[in-house]
């Protein structure tokens, strides 16, 4: 064996392999990149030749476990108890849908609470796996972004009906209900949504989704189109249009393709929220968009294919649009940035109204974001409570607080598990008092409530 192993070689047999090894990576390049983009020019072996390339990450995976679902900075909050604290007298009133990656059973799992106690009312664990087994139409790049297991699937913005249906997706998969077990009722499998999951007020919904493939010209073939969805109470679609068709019919090419360098995302479109009443500066039927790539938010009313207003900054890379009352609205202020360095958050994240009527901006929460250090680089959401109070999840540190705007905390919910880590949440939902009770209610008419 040694013999072998220190056997002399002819220089001729060196310059003979040199060249026929460059041609085999470059053939092996070129299945890679053409396995990348479902381009099957060379039969099975791109898929065979993209699975050789992925094996790295596939080992890294293995040994990393479920670090992809902690918090980016799992042990930030150590010195905090793990689970709900309520360190005043004051309490906030209703219900939230916890929406959480549970560390200890690796698996996602959204909690109905009730926020008096911190007490679980009703919990599910949907089983992804199940409901995504017989999806026949998979695309490999959602299958990469998700994995589509009970350990990567997270439950991104539910939506729980007054009868009692889970309404659930993950980043770039599909719509699903639910029922109290968590057993399927109806699924949406022809329209791959993500972000954001807002009522349109008459049973459906607003989704961001996608165009697959892109129709736009000359756009690269990894180009994302961002679509606006709507669907209604059991997940068919009503309409959807192209975000990128709409920038370029109001000549905005400016903001989406620039000579200095090409962009896949232009737009990552985050939030779909509807308008519900009419209002001074607004109409019923009208959507707010929020781009986050864009730092934009704009007001549009696809009845007429109309932007009534826009506006870009001081928001950065902001989060979920509110609307407030008659002349404001509240966006999730992330404030983050990317100078080539790495991506940052200036100080904290914000809660930036803009007022229609004054063309006023103002940060009203300011010392409560500050004071209590909320600080979420991508994702993160925010609701008014009724007495003026504040809930923002801090999605990416697997933090959820509500406090006054004087910044003294009424609930603080700390997303660790007993390894003493925290992991990332889901978009949690709050609800009004009567919203809770009445779902509560169609769930214990069922024989797997409670």
Same mark, same amino acid.
């Given at each position: 064996?040694?013999?072998?192993?220190?056997?002399?070689?002819?220089?001729?047999?060196?310059?003979?392999?040199?060249?026929?090894?460059?041609?085999?990576?470059?053939?092996?390049?070129?299945?890679?990149?053409?396995?990348?983009?479902?381009?099957?020019?060379?039969?099975?072996?791109?898929?065979?030749?993209?699975?050789?390339?992925?094996?790295?990450?596939?080992?890294?995976?293995?040994?990393?476990?479920?670090?992809?679902?902690?918090?980016?900075?799992?042990?930030?909050?150590?010195?905090?108890?793990?689970?709900?604290?309520?360190?005043?007298?004051?309490?906030?009133?209703?219900?939230?849908?916890?929406?959480?990656?549970?560390?200890?059973?690796?698996?996602?799992?959204?909690?109905?609470?009730?926020?008096?106690?911190?007490?679980?009312?009703?919990?599910?664990?949907?089983?992804?796996?199940?409901?995504?087994?017989?999806?026949?139409?998979?695309?490999?790049?959602?299958?990469?972004?998700?994995?589509?297991?009970?350990?990567?699937?997270?439950?991104?913005?539910?939506?729980?009906?007054?009868?009692?249906?889970?309404?659930?997706?993950?980043?770039?998969?599909?719509?699903?209900?639910?029922?109290?077990?968590?057993?399927?009722?109806?699924?949406?499998?022809?329209?791959?949504?993500?972000?954001?999951?807002?009522?349109?007020?008459?049973?459906?919904?607003?989704?961001?989704?996608?165009?697959?493939?892109?129709?736009?010209?000359?756009?690269?073939?990894?180009?994302?189109?961002?679509?606006?969805?709507?669907?209604?109470?059991?997940?068919?679609?009503?309409?959807?249009?192209?975000?990128?068709?709409?920038?370029?019919?109001?000549?905005?090419?400016?903001?989406?393709?620039?000579?200095?360098?090409?962009?896949?995302?232009?737009?990552?479109?985050?939030?779909?929220?509807?308008?519900?009443?009419?209002?001074?500066?607004?109409?019923?039927?009208?959507?707010?968009?929020?781009?986050?790539?864009?730092?934009?938010?704009?007001?549009?009313?696809?009845?007429?294919?109309?932007?009534?207003?826009?506006?870009?900054?001081?928001?950065?890379?902001?989060?979920?649009?509110?609307?407030? /009352?008659?002349?404001?609205? =509240?966006? #999730?202020? @992330? %404030? !983050?940035? $990317?100078?080539?360095?790495?991506?940052?958050?200036?100080?904290?994240?914000?809660?930036?109204?803009?007022?229609?009527?004054?063309?006023?901006?103002?940060?009203?929460?300011?010392?409560?974001?500050?004071?209590?250090?909320?600080?979420?680089?991508?994702?993160?959401?925010?609701?008014?409570?009724?007495?003026?109070?504040?809930?923002?999840?801090?999605?990416?540190?697997?933090?959820?607080?509500?406090?006054?705007? /004087?910044?003294?905390?009424? =609930?603080? #919910?700390? @997303? %660790? !598990?007993? $390894?003493?880590?925290?992991?990332?949440?889901?978009?949690?939902?709050?609800?009004?008092?009567?919203?809770?009770?009445?779902?509560?209610?169609?769930?214990?008419?069922?024989?797997?409530?409670?």
């Amino acid at each position: 064996m040694k013999r072998f192993l220190f056997k002399r070689i002819e220089l001729w047999v060196v310059l003979l392999l040199m060249p026929i090894g460059l041609l085999v990576l470059v053939a092996f390049g070129a299945a890679v990149l053409d396995g990348t983009r479902n381009g099957n020019r060379f039969g099975p072996l791109s898929e065979v030749a993209l699975n050789v390339a992925k094996i790295p990450d596939t080992v890294k995976d293995l040994f990393k476990g479920n670090r992809a679902m902690m918090a980016f900075v799992p042990d930030r909050f150590d010195n905090r108890p793990a689970g709900w604290t309520f360190p005043g007298a004051t309490r906030a009133e209703g219900y939230l849908l916890l929406s959480r990656y549970d560390g200890n059973a690796s698996r996602h799992v959204v909690e109905l609470v009730d926020l008096s106690d911190g007490t679980v009312r009703h919990e599910w664990r949907p089983d992804a796996e199940a409901l995504l087994a017989e999806v026949t139409n998979r695309d490999s790049r959602i299958v990469e972004y998700t994995n589509w297991n009970n350990k990567r699937y997270r439950v991104i913005h539910p939506y729980l009906t007054s009868g009692g249906e889970l309404i659930i997706k993950d980043h770039d998969t599909f719509l699903f209900s639910v029922d109290a077990c968590g057993g399927e009722l109806w699924g949406q499998t022809e329209e791959v949504v993500h972000h954001s999951t807002e009522p349109d007020g008459a049973g459906g919904f607003w989704l961001p989704g996608y165009f697959e493939p892109s129709e736009i010209m000359r756009a690269g073939p990894n180009f994302l189109d961002n679509a606006i969805v709507h669907v209604d109470a059991k997940g068919n679609v009503i309409s959807k249009k192209s975000a990128t068709r709409i920038l370029l019919r109001h000549g905005m090419e400016y903001a989406l393709f620039t000579a200095g360098g090409y962009q896949n995302d232009p737009i990552h479109l985050n939030d779909v929220q509807p308008v519900l009443e009419d209002g001074p500066h607004w109409k019923k039927g009208d959507l707010f968009l929020s781009f986050r790539h864009m730092s934009m938010v704009m007001l549009y009313r696809p009845a007429t294919d109309e932007i009534v207003w826009m506006r870009q900054g001081p928001w950065l890379a902001q989060h979920d649009v509110d609307i407030l /009352d008659d002349h404001r609205i =509240a966006i #999730f202020n @992330n %404030k !983050a940035y $990317d100078r080539g360095t790495k991506p940052r958050v200036h100080n904290t994240n914000q809660i930036t109204v803009y007022d229609f009527a004054t063309d006023e901006i103002s940060n009203p929460w300011a010392r409560a974001m500050e004071s209590n250090d909320v600080k979420t680089l991508f994702e993160g959401l925010f609701t008014v409570l009724p007495g003026d109070l504040l809930m923002a999840e801090e999605e990416n540190s697997g933090r959820l607080l509500i406090v006054t705007r /004087d910044g003294d905390t009424v =609930a603080e #919910f700390i @997303n %660790k !598990a007993s $390894d003493g880590l925290a992991y990332r949440m889901g978009w949690s939902r709050y609800m009004t008092v009567d919203e809770g009770d009445a779902a509560l209610s169609a769930l214990a008419k069922t024989p797997c409530s409670g």
